[in-house]
């Protein structure tokens, strides 16, 4: 198979939740370029429409649907809704996602339990969802999870203080390689993207704080991660080409992770 073949996704089709914007936008739309129809998910309908104008006048094949990735009885429909809209799912990427600043002896118990309800149990439920209806009986797939930095290591003393973002990036780092090993006799793949600092709605309070700057001397290559730096990484991972790559932890943060 030729090398271009290899990474084609024509004929595959992707559900994408978080998708409205930021990361998960860039690797949509990257799936999209190389031919998969794609199905958006978040819960503002406002963006999503606006993401799917985006990648239509890009050439993609882009819907979407609103839901709470938080919500069990959401993630029921939306996994329902994709499966009818798509045929089936190949490709699902976890990327819908929250953080919570605050100190661990006064982080709010309500703020623990939000950032993990999405971060975990919201992903385990769809992942779990998909697989049971699309993929598993199919005996094909590919689970792409969107980690964090922050799940590989604790925090620089004097910087962020987001200790229930960590856990829940670090709990998907282990939930990707074990559920790799529990799926790998199904053909499926699960493996995870871990950004660095990239620009995003999500990062903003910290890019204000300490500066873009300060953040991008915290990698080797002195940059922060731009609006085409997940779609090669997310492509390998979809792809034929990453067909025998599973359980594995992608760093996508100019290095940052190399000292």
Sequence with gaps: MSLKKLFDLSGKAALVTGGSRGLGLQIAEGLGEMGARVVLSARKSDELQAAVSKLTGLGVDASWIAADAANPSDIERLAAEARAQ????DILVNNAGATWG??????PLDAWDKVMNLNVRGIFLL???VGRASMIPRLT???INVA?????????PGTMNTIAYNTSKGALVNFTRTLAAEWGKYDITVNALAPGFFPSKMTKGVMKEFGEDT???LAPLNRLGGDEDLKGAALL????A???ITGQILAVDGGATAY
Excluded: W, Y
Aim: proline share 3%; hydrophobic share 35%; glycine share 14%.
């Design 215 to 217: 953040l991008a001397r």
């Design 86 to 89: 798509l045929g089936e799912i």
């Design 148 to 156: 964090s930095i922050a799940g590989l290591s604790g925090n620089t």
């Design 237 to 240: 991972f979809a792809s034929d």
């Design 242 to 244: 990453g067909k025998h």
């Design 102 to 107: 605050a100190p661990a002896e006064d982080h």
């Design 141 to 143: 797939g590919r689970v």
């Design 127 to 129: 992942t779990q969802a």
